[in-house]
C-alpha cells in the first residue's frame, strides 16, 4: 500500500513519514526509540501518538506493544507496513486513553504532548496506566531554539502549545514524583572507527545549559529511575559533515544560478527602465489627450443638457398637440356620426316629402273636382232658389186669392201655412 493511498503523501510538520523526510531529520526523531529500547526489554509498551508506526521496530525485545494515534489513515498505514506478532495498532486519543489502570511499563509519547490543546491529560492519563515501577518517556521540543530554527516559516500550524525547559520540568513533578531530564541535540562528533570494532568508547560531557537544547527528553515514574548516563547514537547515515559539505555544494551551484538570474534580472530591468520611460512619454500625451478630450466631452454634456431641455420642451408641445388632435378625431368622429344621423333624416324627411307632395297633389286634384261639383251644386241651388222664390211668389198669389180665403172659412181646400200678406 503506498503513503499517497492513505493519505500520508507529504510530510506537513505533523508527524514524520520515513521515505518523506531527509536521513537527519528522521534520524533525530528514530534516535528516541533507540533511546526507549533500553527500558523495553520484557516490557509491557504503549506508543503514544505512533505516527507511521516506524519506531514500534525498536522493541523487538518488549513483551508486548500497544501503538495508537489519533488519524485513521496513520493507523492504517502503521497496521499495514510494521505489523508483528506481540504488536497491535488502535486508532485512540492521548488525553484520553481507552486503558485499564496499572496496564504498561513502558509509555514513550515523543513530539506528541505539543500537539495536543489538553496536554496535561497526557500526563494524568499516564500515571493511571502505568504500573508502580512503570515509566513515561516524555519528549517534545525547546520553544526558544525551536522558534529560531521555523524563524522564516513561522510556527508550526500543528503545534498547540510548546514548552521551555523550566515549565516543562514543572509540569512532569507536579504528576510524577520521579523525574529525570536528558536535552538531546544533533550534534557533530568526531568519530575513530576501524572497519569491525571490537568495542567503543564515548566522550560526551552532555550539555551544561540545558535550557539552550534543541530537544527535551524525560523520564517520569512513581518509583525512583536508577538511569542517568549519556546517550548517543551514531546512525550509519549521519555523517553529518559531508552532507554539509554536498549542501554547501549545491548552494554555491545555486549561487551561481542565481548571480546570471540576478545578471539578467539587472539587463531586463534596464530594459523596463528605458521601455518605463518611454511608456512615461506615451502616457503625458495620452494624459493631455484625455484633458482635450474631457473638455470636449464637458461641452458635449453642456450641449446635450441644452438638448434635452429643447427636446422636453418640444415633447411637451407634441403631447399637446396629441391632446389636440385626440380631441379634434373626436369631435370628428362625433360630427361624422351626426352628419350621418342628419343626411339619414334629411332623406327620411325628403321621402316623407315627397309623399305629402304627391298627397297634396291627390287633394288639390279632388278639390278640383269637388270645386267643380260644388259650382255644379251651386247652379243647381240657384236654380232651386229662383224655383222656390217663384214658388212662394206663386203661393202667396194663392193664399191671397179670394177663393182660397173663403175655403178656410168654409173649412173647405187645402191648408196652407201662410199667413195672408206674406
Known amino acids: 500500500m503506498s503513503l499517497r493511498s492513505l493519505g500520508l503523501s507529504e510530510f506537513t510538520g505533523e508527524r514524520v513519514i520515513p521515505g518523506l523526510v531527509d536521513d537527519n531529520l528522521f534520524n533525530e526523531h528514530l ?40 488519524a485513521a489513515e496513520a493507523v492504517s498505514h502503521a497496521r499495514e507496513n510494521f505489523s508483528r506478532p506481540g504488536v497491535r495498532f488502535l486508532q485512540a486519543s492521548c488525553d484520553s486513553l481507552p486503558f485499564a489502570d496499572a496496564s504498561f ?65 514543572a509540569a512532569l513533578y507536579a504528576v510524577f ?27 560526551a560531557p552532555g550539555n551544561a545549559a540545558p535550557e539552550t537544547a534543541h530537544f527535551f527528553l524525560a523520564a517520569c515514574s512513581h518509583s525512583s529511575l536508577a538511569a542517568n548516563d549519556v ?55 495620452r494624459n493631455d489627450w484625455a484633458a482635450r478630450l474631457n473638455d470636449e466631452i464637458m461641452k458635449g454634456r453642456l450641449a446635450i443638457a441644452e438638448l434635452q431641455g429643447e427636446a422636453e420642451i418640444r415633447l411637451g408641445w407634441i403631447h399637446d398637440l396629441e391632446t389636440a388632435i385626440a380631441q379634434g378625431t373626436a369631435e370628428i368622429a362625433r360630427l361624422r356620426t351626426e352628419v350621418a344621423s342628419r343626411t339619414a333624416w334629411a332623406m327620411s324627411l325628403e321621402e316623407q316629402l315627397d309623399i305629402k307632395t304627391r298627397h297634396v297633389q291627390l287633394q288639390a286634384a279632388e278639390i278640383g273636382e269637388h270645386q267643380e261639383h260644388l259650382n255644379r251644386q251651386s247652379q243647381l241651388l240657384d236654380q232651386h232658389w229662383r224655383r222656390i222664390e217663384h214658388l212662394q211668389a206663386e203661393r202667396l198669389q194663392v193664399a191671397n186669392s179670394k177663393w182660397l180665403r173663403l175655403g178656410r172659412r168654409l173649412h173647405l181646400g187645402p191648408v196652407l201655412n201662410v199667413e195672408p200678406g206674406q
Open 31 to 70: 534516535a528516541r526509540y533507540r533511546f526507549a529500547a533500553r527500558f523495553s526489554e520484557g516490557a509491557h509498551v504503549l506508543d503514544a501518538g505512533c505516527g507511521s508506526g516506524y519506531g514500534i521496530a525498536e522493541f523487538s525485545q518488549a513483551a508486548s506493544v500497544t501503538a495508537f494515534d489519533v
Open 105 to 169: 511499563d513502558l509509555l514513550t509519547a515523543f513530539e506528541v504532548i505539543e500537539h495536543l490543546e489538553r496536554w496535561p491529560q497526557l500526563l494524568t492519563e499516564a500515571a493511571r496506566v502505568l504500573r508502580p515501577s512503570g515509566v513515561l518517556l516524555v519528549s517534545t521540543p525547546n520553544q526558544s531554539y525551536y522558534a529560531e530554527s521555523r524563524a522564516a516559516a513561522g510556527p508550526n500550524p500543528f503545534h498547540c502549545h510548546e514548552f521551555e525547559y523550566a515549565e516543562f520540568e
Open 177 to 203: 514524583p520521579h523525574v529525570r531530564l536528558w536535552t538531546q541535540n544533533h550534534a557533530e562528533a568526531i568519530v575513530f572507527a576501524p572497519a569491525h570494532p571490537s568495542g567503543g568508547t564515548l566522550d
Open 231 to 285: 546517550h548517543a547514537w551514531l546512525p550509519s547515515t549521519a555523517n553529518l559533515l559531508r552532507e554539509r559539505e554536498h549542501h554547501i555544494a549545491k548552494l554555491e551551484g545555486e549561487l551561481a544560478k542565481k548571480d546570471a538570474w540576478l545578471r539578467q534580472l539587472t539587463a531586463d530591468h534596464s530594459r523596463l527602465q528605458l521601455t518605463h520611460e518611454e511608456t512615461l512619454v506615451e502616457l503625458r500625451q
